[in-house]
């Protein structure tokens, strides 16, 4: 069966910090990744998707930037974080070509 | 710009009652809808999921009905349980990226 894990579970950082969230898929091979971003009451909003190694394309334009380096691995990244990063973020995973998504347990990212 | 909306925001159903939500969308490119549930401090999970050649799917208590030509798709809880209390999201597909709807939060009543 397959398992997604992403770390660290909470984070409170400063602004003006540098971030770095991971995610790791189990027990699948190449495949589509995903970073969300859940304000407080709000829907997800899609941030990054990755259909391969170093291939990403990203959906808002913001302080964010994801990376792959490996097949399983997804990364979202700041340089330094800004008071509107806070929010609930979740990687999710999706088997080529069905649309299914699942989602990991999320990291809650506070800036103060 | 939402491309799903979603209603109502919130619902309080008595136990054993029905749970009703709506969610609408405009894009007909739009080829799979999801619908997830989330408990607080949780991931979502995958509940039920329909397309759009199918008019209704069900799978236990939980129903999708799609109205294609009205481009509305719902949500049908039968039979609400305590443990149902979360909060509920459709979702459209297009190109395997999933638009979200703002969520519904559903609290039963014992």
């Known amino acids: 069966s397959q398992t997604i894990h992403q770390w660290p579970a909470t984070l409170v950082q400063p602004v003006g910090s540098p971030l770095s969230l991971e995610c790791t898929v189990e027990g699948t091979s190449n495949p589509n990744l995903y970073w969300y971003r859940q304000a407080a009451g709000r829907g997800l909003q899609l941030l990054f998707y990755?259909?391969?190694?170093?291939?990403i394309s990203s959906e808002v334009p913001q302080n964010l930037s994801a990376s792959r380096p490996q097949d399983r691995q997804f990364i979202l990244s700041s340089k330094k974080l800004l008071l509107s990063d806070s929010g609930f973020y979740l990687c999710a995973w999706s088997r080529d070509p069905t649309n299914e998504q699942y989602f990991g347990p999320g990291t809650r990212l506070t800036v103060t | 710009q939402q491309q799903v909306k979603q209603s109502p925001q919130s619902l309080i159903v008595q136990k054993g009652g029905i749970s009703i939500i709506n969610c609408a969308y405009e894009?007909?490119?739009?080829?799979?809808f999801p619908w997830y549930q989330q408990f607080p401090g949780k991931g979502p999970a995958l509940l039920i999921a329909?397309?759009?050649?199918?008019s209704e799917k069900k799978e236990g208590r939980f129903t999708i009905s799609f109205n294609k030509s009205a481009k509305q798709f719902s949500l049908h809880i039968m039979d609400s349980q305590p443990g149902d209390s979360a909060t509920y999201f459709c979702?459209?597909?297009?190109?395997?990226?999933?638009?979200f709807g703002a969520g519904t939060t559903v609290t039963v009543r014992a």
């Open positions: 979702a459209a597909s297009k190109h395997y990226k999933l638009s």
């Open positions: 329909i397309r759009p050649d199918v």
């Open positions: 990755s259909v391969g190694i170093g291939q």
């Open positions: 894009n007909t490119a739009f080829d799979y």
